[in-house]
Nanobody, 125 residues
């Protein structure tokens, strides 16, 4: 069983920064190989891929956040963080932490087995 707990959301002005964190609590036997990442959802729209990182260190970003967001992981702590800089109004939404015990999971939300409850990020002046 896997439980993902996010933290770090909030209200920030355009151009500001926020850091999201996600910790995985796991019971039973699990694979050491995994992909963790983040999706964003706004009301009335589907969840969209933001960034991901594999346990081997490979990262992937949505084009809209490249150069502004950085994802990093701590295998020992089973934690992933998302540093978000130069935030824009379009970055607003509920950010969900995800995890799957595979590599090359891609950007389709249906491919990720485990999801957190989400944390709200609002970018507004």
């Amino acid at each position: 069983q896997v439980q993902l707990t996010e933290s770090g959301g909030g209200l920030v002005q355009p151009g500001g920064s926020l850091k999201l964190s996600c910790v995985a609590s796991e019971s039973g036997w699990t694979y050491s190989r995994y992909t963790m990442g983040w999706f964003r959802q706004v009301p009335g729209k589907e969840r969209t891929f933001v960034a991901s990182i594999e346990s081997g260190g490979r990262t992937r970003y949505a084009d809209s956040v490249k150069g502004r967001f950085t994802i990093s992981g701590d295998n020992a702590q089973k934690m992933v963080t998302l540093q978000m800089n130069d935030l824009k109004a379009d970055d607003s939404g509920v950010y969900y932490c995800v995890k799957d015990f595979n590599f090359r999971v891609g950007t389709n939300p249906a491919n990720y087995e485990h999801w957190g409850q989400g944390t709200q990020v609002t970018v507004s002046s």
